[in-house]
């Protein structure tokens, strides 16, 4: 069951077009991207700003689509409904309807996931990413943290196969950040598969299995828990690829 | 078969999710309030303009309301259609949407028809307003007044969905309301075009026929009109209901193919 693959990309690029005035520029964003994601894993994303993290969040959450190769989540292309059902999703700074609570906003995600036991379900979810105080406010009152919680609280609420979490303690104070991360550990603890992106690479280094470092659009390194742990840490072995992998892309 | 009805229960449930959220956001935007407290006032108005027409106060009070009423509904309708998907898009909101199993034709499909909905809300409470009004002053239910607000309610409908194919194709809601309001304006001078048509020839007589078949006909739900020139009993019952199918179907399907291939 451990070695079963959840989650595969093939061969993915993905180019971005970007309109100017009477032309348009290309902008490679991924190329020859593979990789597999095995059940029950958590597996990070670890990259520079701009190397192409979010834009391998959102080809897995069926929000863009490649220029070529295939993703498959559970055998089914994520722009597909079958596909979508074993996702939850929590983009870079979600955001919210600033007029609703965050009981309103779970009920419509939920419903528009076609869970149907999300009653009982809520309540439990809220307690879980610590919102139980808060419910009667309005997400216009929400603080920045709050809003990572009910990020998380929307995205497990379905329970999903496979949590995609894109950048989870980004901006996040001390505490909030060791809250996220016992939050994460928890839900893979109940067998969720969770694949998340960060360019923290402490906070990926007390979490993940695995990590994948990430640069220029393409995989430089796939690092596993014990090769980290035996070469005195992730930010070593980052900065080496990183800067090898340049090396050679300059070449 | 029960696969095909179990697919479309399922697709038909979404659609109701994203109708029931969207009404009752539009309904909780404060513009709303607004509009509907100064549409209120308005028609209140008409009451005192009434009074001073004397013999002729109950045509000026039905006719000024129901000018009003319309007027109110299509700005805040124009407004609402050129703004609700894409703000969807601005603020990011729609990651939450798509990244769940929602087809994109039944989220626009659920938006289209909460507009609709939002259409008829407003008419039906100015409407009953305008109609305690008339009460008030002791005149009569006017001849086809529901005949004439559910025409009122198929113009703004085929309005707003073509302002929603217009909101995934132009660049700013600024453009998307100007070309909705123009489309609007044009659309009550069908007849003028098609007598340009008969009296025109080469290429201006193309220019006006290519008008005639891309800006929708607003006059044949203008049933005032016909009541008024006492050309009621020719009126086509099924002509503005196929119309407005046509229309909401054609801006529907290519709203959803644009829709189909957008990225977030």
């Known amino acids: ?251 | 078969m029960i696969m095909f009805y179990q697919k479309m229960l399922a697709y038909m449930k979404i659609v109701m999710v994203v109708f029931n959220h969207s009404l009752r956001e539009y309904c909780k935007n404060k513009i709303f309030a607004i509009l509907i407290i100064f549409s209120l006032f308005s028609i209140y108005a008409s009451l005192l303009v009434g009074v001073m027409a004397v013999d002729q106060e109950f045509r000026v009070l039905t006719d000024f309301g129901l000018g009003l009423m319309e007027l109110m509904a299509f700005v805040y309708i124009i407004y609402m259609s050129a703004i609700s998907i894409t703000e969807e898009f601005k603020s990011k909101t729609i990651y939450l949407v798509l990244s769940r199993p929602v087809p994109k034709n039944a989220y626009l499909l659920g938006r289209m028809l909460s507009l609709f909905a939002l259409a008829a809300v407003i008419l039906l409470f100015a409407g009953s307003f305008q109609l305690i009004l008339l009460k008030f002053r002791g005149f009569a239910y006017p001849p086809l007044y529901h005949n004439i607000l559910l025409l009122m309610w198929m113009k703004l409908a085929i309005i707003s969905s073509i302002t929603v194919f217009l909101s995934f194709v132009s660049t700013s809601v600024i453009t998307t309301v100007i070309i909705s309001i123009m489309l609007w304006t044009l659309g009550h001078f069908a007849p003028e075009t098609k007598f340009l048509i008969e009296k025109t020839q080469g290429i201006s007589q193309i220019f006006f026929k290519l008008s005639y078949f891309l800006i929708p006909n607003f006059q044949i739900y203008n049933l005032k009109d016909y009541y008024d020139s006492g050309l009621i009993a020719h009126i086509d019952n099924f002509k503005p209901v196929i119309y407005l199918f046509a229309w909401v179907l054609a801006t529907f399907s290519f709203s959803a193919f644009i829709f189909r291939k957008k990225e977030f």
């Not at chain 1, 610590?130 to 497990?156: C, D, F, N, P």
């Not at chain 1, 303690?169 to 060791?178: C, E, Q, T, W, Y």
């Not at chain 1, 893979?188 to 960060?198: A, I, R």
């Open chain 1, 1 to 251: 069951m451990k070695n079963e693959i959840i989650a595969e990309f093939s061969n993915i690029s993905k180019i971005y077009k970007i309109k100017q005035f009477c032309s348009s520029r290309r902008n490679i964003a991924l190329k020859n991207f593979n990789f597999d994601i095995k059940r029950g894993e958590i597996v990070g994303l670890l990259g520079l700003n701009g190397a192409g993290k979010t834009t391998v969040m959102k080809l897995l959450a069926g929000l863009i689509f490649p220029s070529s190769g295939e993703i498959l989540i559970g055998g089914i292309n994520p722009i597909f409904s079958g596909a979508k059902q074993k996702i939850g999703f929590l983009p870079e700074l979600p955001y919210f309807y600033p007029y609703m609570t965050c009981i309103e906003i779970l009920t419509y995600y939920a419903k528009l996931s076609g869970f149907k036991e999300y009653k009982g379900k809520i309540n439990k979810v809220i307690d879980k990413v610590g919102l139980t105080w808060h419910t009667s406010k309005k997400i216009s009152e929400y603080s920045k943290g709050m809003m990572q919680r009910l990020g998380l609280a929307q995205a497990v609420l379905h329970e999903p196969e496979l949590l995609i979490l894109d950048e989870p303690v980004s901006g996040l104070d001390p505490l909030a950040v060791h809250d996220v991360r016992n939050l994460i550990a928890g839900i893979n603890k109940e067998g969720t598969t969770v694949f998340l992106s960060s360019h923290s690479i402490s906070e990926l280094e007390k979490i993940c299995h695995r990590v994948i470092i990430l640069s220029l659009g393409g995989i430089v390194k796939t690092v596993e828990c014990d090769a980290w742990k035996t070469a005195g840490g992730l930010e070593k072995i980052f900065i080496n690829s990183i800067k090898g992998g340049e090396e050679v892309r300059k070449r």
